[in-house]
């Protein structure tokens, strides 16, 4: 299971990605682009933005979502997600 150099604890992407999709993300070094994609995101917007609107349409466990928030950089457009042991999570990290 992948961990946080600094921590040794368990990376908090595990319960939000899909197990498919974080076994490629690790290979390419989706940790440290993750971290500075938060940081910069933090720096521009702040504090975390309410969504206003939300669309998913689900097939079975596998769901594409729409949502939109005040800032449209922030938008997400048809973003797929999987359901894992019950669980929806993100499907492109």
Partial sequence: MPVWPATGRSSPLVGL???RRLAIS????LFSE??????AA???YG???PI????ALISGDLARVTYTY???ALNQNKEPWVR??????QDDC
Wanted: hydrophobic share 35%.
């Fill in 17 to 19: 990605c899909g197990l």
């Fill in 26 to 29: 690790c290979m390419s070094g």
């Fill in 34 to 39: 993750f971290t500075g994609m938060l940081t």
């Fill in 42 to 44: 933090k720096q521009m």
């Fill in 47 to 49: 504090k975390a933005m």
């Fill in 52 to 55: 206003k609107t939300f669309e």
């Fill in 70 to 72: 005040d800032v449209p």
């Fill in 84 to 89: 894992e042991d019950g669980e929806w999570k």
